[in-house]
């Protein structure tokens, strides 16, 4: 007879636990009703044309250009930037396989999206019939995803500018004749 009362007791109790669930339910949906729009904004702003120094949009910085560090740029800094920031992805040598990314044997001066055998994202393959020049390759290298929106390319860029040019100056000497350097 015990483990009747037993058995009795614990079927209350999850029934009773149940019973409280779906109320709190039912009293939740009472107190909160997301499915209401405001048809008006609650608080109006006015803003004004040059209120103030905070009032107008800040403008993107523009990218510093490359090309003038280029003559001075170090490859060997950008050999060791490129082997820690690219080799996963990327392979260096002249006939070198593609990996996740391209071969970069001569990509300076190459077509955009233009490596043989290689399957490109949208975002690049929007800018083929374009070439790798040093400002597409500067601003490819400062942030991928901004250059190319859509690209599959998970690298977050290289920040600063003295960077990007041995990282380029590394790049422009992967090839039988390099392209000449901007004037």
């Known amino acids: 007879m015990a483990s009747s009362l037993e058995s009795n007791k614990i079927a209350a109790a999850v029934l009773t636990a149940g019973v409280v669930a779906m109320l709190s339910g039912f009293v939740a949906e009472l107190l909160y009703h997301p499915q209401v729009a405001l048809e008006e904004n609650s608080y109006v702003v006015a803003v004004t044309e040059g209120a ?3 009032a107008a949009p800040a ?5 510093e250009p490359i090309t003038p560090l280029l003559a001075e740029a170090d490859p060997a800094a950008g050999e060791k930037l490129a082997a820690r920031q690219c080799a996963s992805c990327h392979t260096f040598d002249e006939g070198g396989a593609n990996k996740v990314g391209p071969n970069l044997y001569g990509v300076v001066g190459r077509p955009i999206a233009g490596s ?3 399957s490109y994202s949208s975002g690049l393959s929007e800018h083929s019939g374009e070439a790798w020049s040093y400002d597409h390759l500067n601003a490819f290298l400062d942030d ?3 250059f190319a929106p859509g690209t599959k390319m998970s690298f977050r860029g290289l920040s600063k500018t003295d960077d990007r040019a041995s990282v380029v100056a590394y790049l422009r000497s992967l090839s039988g004749s390099p392209e000449p350097l901007p004037e």
């Open 59 to 63: 403008e993107e910085e523009a990218l």
């Open 52 to 54: 103030g120094a905070g």
């Open 116 to 118: 043989e055998g290689f």
């Open 144 to 146: 991928p995803k901004d």
